[in-house]
């Protein structure tokens, strides 16, 4: 699955950036640009030769591990992309934990009383995280902990493990606000389908106390649609970080993505590109692993 | 039933580790209430400066690179043999400390600096200087043409460099204060060039640390620094911070100690915000609207003198820059040398727009597209306020937006009608400016115009040539008041930089080029 999948985007992505008008030894040159420097640059990248050729050129380097040269920055284009790969990795994966944390909590409260004042309040509240632009939450939240309460740093990474996980919080927090009202309502509604079955009764009857009756019966049960819609937004998550990385100064590969169309830096986008579809394709397996691992059913099917 | 205190620890949870985060690492937002004013006194050793700029640096290769980021940084690690004085107009002694010029004016020979290191402890020598302007005159893609009239360097003895110039050249010490003549050590030390520019070694005051890309550059203080006690800081840091608000607040926060051209709205708040300074920088950029004669009625001189009556200069200033700058009277800015205070370039004048389009070739007015990359909203303003400004000459004018790079192309390529550009000097001359802007046969078709007046081309070359200064004068003012009278642009206004630091910031000067010397800046303690 992975390989046809990687191709066919690359492919895409290739010519698509080709095809569009600009001219990465334009960006270089600027105002300074003369015909000759500009022929120079597209001798030395290999630009004036046809199109196929080019693409089977990337090819090839691909096959040898070898995403080919960043045209604006003069050294490997793997290199810049396995740099900035990190940040973006650990705003995902942070801005997933936290979404969950929040998630699960309101989904059992909801689900916990029916139509009640809580119920409601855990359905509509976070629908404002939904409806808010994520720079505009994004500043606020930098305004709010980092300015005023001076509890985090404004922007940026951070360095060491704890300080990864002390600047990136808001940036996190950020991503799971917007992630949690998808998550929180698909959650509710599976548990409340869950509490309506018969195994529960059977094990209410049984005395089982409401402790394990929540972790053994009814949250593995309730949790398995709900990692098909997380999965899906993560997925969308993979692209949608640019607008975070930008507000908060992270040295992502979304960031790197933009700067690079814009700079028509074509080995960084097309590495990029294969990165992301890679991301995507495994985090669709890592999603059917999950799957398969909390739904025994679907393990014996197999 | 789901029990309540399961769902209460799982909330629990999700507090601890808000409280992890937040006592998480060494606190990085140290506070910046430091009294404003405080001392101004003596320079203070120490410290490091983050400055938080708009994008991250290129590279670090002097002679090929065009992008100011990167080149407001390696600034700081080469250096030239004569320097940009502060105020823009002249150039004074760096490594070289004085020059001597031959009565036929085409050879120069220069002393150099005794006593002067590169971070690496080798001394800087003559054979240094003659690789470093040698190699930027081989540079096929870069700034190789400032280098043009030079047609040899010689190294007669370890302090001397001689330079044989092919033609009496006035702008040879401007040229050579260029960075791109930013001198290395010889045969870079041995590495390719490629290798060499990873970790660049020059005679600056600040050498080579890191460079995390998209994310920080720093520099180190260079301990073997010709000049006494300088640099103060122990080190530069440059953050990659694209977002115009993260960098106010990085900097209202503490996190960075100067923001990059802070957004104009915000220059009034930021001048009254306390222990922040708000700097407004006299720079040499001019933005201008540029009309492509190769495309009809813009041929007609009438028609681009009654566009130009028409724009309200202060307007633009108002709205785009909030009142900080000027319109702009000249092709050259203020702070250029051999700027013409008394340049007639057009101002608003609805009348006389009106006479001037009922003189042209289309007085009942005309359609026509004005060019601008997507994405700047500046441009976008300026654009939307001369649409309805048009609109009384009958000219109706739609706004083209593209994506930055092929609006680039476009405009190089002369495939458009008006478009918006600027320009920032590199060197203390006109020299560069002049030939870029009136000269068809200059590579650049006179600023993409294809404008062509023989008088002033012909003024323009004649001032390279002659050296004493008050006939390089009336020549100038040749170009300047042609350019003026022709409107082959409408010069719109002109703009400081703008740069806002926190108060304990000591020293920060940006010369109308662009150029800083990180080594004069100190931090105050808190």
Known sequence: ?302 | MIHRSTAVKALIGVAALLVVAACGSSGSSSSSSSSSGGSSGAPVKGGNLTFAAVQDAQSMNATTVFDNNSIWIFEQIYQTLYTVTNDGKGVKPLLATSYTMSSDKKTYTFTLRKGVKFSNGQPMTSADVKFSIDQNRKATQGWAYLDSAISSVDAPSPDTVVIHLKFPWAPLLADLSIFANGIVPNNYGGETENQFYQHPIGTGPFKWDYWHKGSALKLVRNPLYWEKGKPYLDSVTWTDVPNDNTRLLQLKGGQAQVDQTPAWSTVASLKSTPNVNMFLFPSTQTNYLAFNENVKPFQDVHVRRAISLAINRNALVKAVLFGNGKPANSLFPPQVPYYQKATPGLQFNMTQAKQEMAKSSVPHGFTTTILIPSGNSDYLTISTIMQSELKPLGIKVKIQQLDPNTANTNFQNQKYDMSLTLWTMDIPDPDELATFAVDPKSGAKSFFTSYNNPAVVKATHQAETTTVPAQRQTLYNTVQTGAANDAFMAFLYYSPYPYATTSNVHGFFVTPLGNMHMEDVWLSKP
């Open chain 1, 1 to 302: 699955m992975l390989i046809p999948v990687a191709f066919g985007v690359t492919l895409i992505v290739f010519f698509m950036i080709h095809l569009i008008p600009g001219d990465p030894a334009r960006t270089i040159l600027g105002i300074h640009a003369t015909p000759q420097r500009i022929a120079i640059l597209h001798r030395e990248w290999g630009l004036n030769r046809p199109l196929i050729s080019q693409y089977l050129l990337f090819l090839d380097r691909i096959l040898h591990g070898n995403l080919g040269p960043s045209l604006y920055y003069g050294v490997p284009a793997t290199t810049i992309i396995l740099q900035r790969l990190p940040a973006t990795l650990w705003l995902i994966v942070y801005a997933t934990v936290i979404a969950v944390l929040i998630s699960v909590p309101l989904a059992m409260i909801a689900a916990s009383r029916k139509d009640g004042v809580r119920d409601h309040v855990v359905r509509v509240v976070p629908l404002f995280g939904l409806g808010m632009p994520p720079f505009w939450l994004g500043i606020l939240l930098i305004y709010a902990f980092s300015i005023t309460l001076k509890l985090f740093p404004v922007s940026g990474y951070g360095s060491g493990f704890f300080g990864h996980l002390h600047a990136m919080f808001l940036p996190a927090l950020t991503v799971a606000i917007a992630l949690s009202p998808v998550v929180i309502r698909s959650l509710r509604a599976s548990m409340l389908n869950v509490l309506g079955a018969e195994y529960i009764t059977t094990a209410r009857s049984k005395g089982v106390p409401g402790h394990r009756l929540f972790l053994r019966h009814v949250l593995r049960n309730a949790v398995i649609p709900a990692v098909t819609v997380l999965g899906i937004n993560i997925g969308f998550l993979i692209g949608g970080t640019v607008i975070i990385e930008n507000v908060f100064a992270i040295p992502g590969i979304g960031q790197l993505m933009l700067n690079s169309i814009f700079e028509r830096d074509f080995p960084v986008v097309q590495g990029v590109t294969l990165v992301f579809a890679v991301m995507v394709v495994l985090l669709n397996l890592g999603a059917d692993i999950a799957y398969a691992t909390l739904d025994p059913r679907v393990r014996f099917e197999r």
